[in-house]
């Protein structure tokens, strides 16, 4: 992710003081960004169910807290995870619960940071949030390309000439020789 690119994040958090230090850690951490605000998980829910438009922009990230009122965190976790327009988003969970927690309670999510105490660790974690959103952009990109690799060979021996148990059974003794070697 370069720090030219301007991203939009959600940020699901009820305390002012820690959204203002979260977007103060980000912009620190060179991160141009567009945030999308909610204080209660139902807003949040709502959003989820209407984004999609120019008015309402999917997310390219979102930082959730899990103890917020009405709707908690790992419940809009979950109605991300669910929705097929945002299960690609990645997902940071941002809590002051214990890790073992955040895992218990929203083991979907693609990163655990624990909200620090002190100012000084606070401003940091914006880069520890900018490299947690490259490793998972990088990682699907790799399962995206191996995937449209694996259906580009799968269609290469649905559409040779001969019967396709011929080609499958040829392709598993070719792949069983390889493994041998």
Known sequence: MSSQQRLTIMILEDNRADVLLLKEALHKAEMEFTPIIFADGESAFSYIDEAGTEIKPLPDVAILDLNVPKRDGSEV???????PGWRHIPVVIFSSSTKRVMLDRAAQA?????????????????????????AVRATRTLLSTMEIAGRQ???????CSEPATARVEKHVIARSRQKGD
Not at 116 to 134: D, H, K, S
Not at 153 to 159: A, E, F, N, V, Y
């Open 77 to 83: 976790l979950a109605q991300i995870r669910r929705h």
């Open 110 to 134: 693609d990163c655990y940071i624990t909200k620090p105490t002190e100012l000084a660790e606070f401003l940091q974690i914006g880069e520890e949030i900018r490299n947690c959103v490259e």
């Open 153 to 159: 060979q799968l269609d290469d021996l649905l559409t």
